[in-house]
């Protein structure tokens, strides 16, 4: 029999390997900011997700940047299908793997579109190294109330095999609010998200690869 999930990132996804339940925790909403940050020339763009990629599509001709970055297998893609060349993807997709690996020439200028709720650590890092980086809050993370409820109810059935949590945000909005939760197993992608979980008292299971088919690949390990 295909274990049960529940899926709690924003973007779709399938595997016929399990029986998925799509409940996206969060929305995303774009964020005013101040545009004439795109007047400038920059040396790299980076995306850290799909949804930087998606909100700051708009903005791209309107700004001069001499290479591209992604964080992840899947934000390269989405980048491809929407016709924007890449020119590096770390081996890790995770910010700690993008700063073991991007090294560039001394005090480059760099463009950084993301999530107002990102993780301080990458522009931060990027700052101490003498780069000249421009941290722009594109989009912003919101709890959806109804689906962190229908989650909660459906652990109640005691049917759910798993939960996924794609980030430390989607934790935080199911955990805040119901601190019973009744599942099997509880995946997470990446080691900070882990210890967001630990904080509520839970263990997490760690991805082997900062991706959602490693995730289901973790689930499966467990022979449901």
Known sequence: MKPTVIMTQTQPYQNSQVNIYHIPLLETVKCPFDQQLLERTYDWLVFSSKNAVKYFIPYLQDVQVGKIAAIGIKTREFCEEQGIDVDFVPDDFSQEGFLAQFVIEPHASIL??????????????????????????LYDVVVNEASVKAVYDMTLSHKIDAITFASSSAVRALFDRYQNIQCQTLHVIGVPTQKILAEYGYEGIVADTQTLDAMIDKILEKGF
């Open 112 to 137: 950084l579109p993301s999530s107002a709720q990102a993780r301080p650590k990458l522009a931060k890092e990027l700052g101490n190294r003498g780069y000249q980086v421009e941290k722009i809050d």
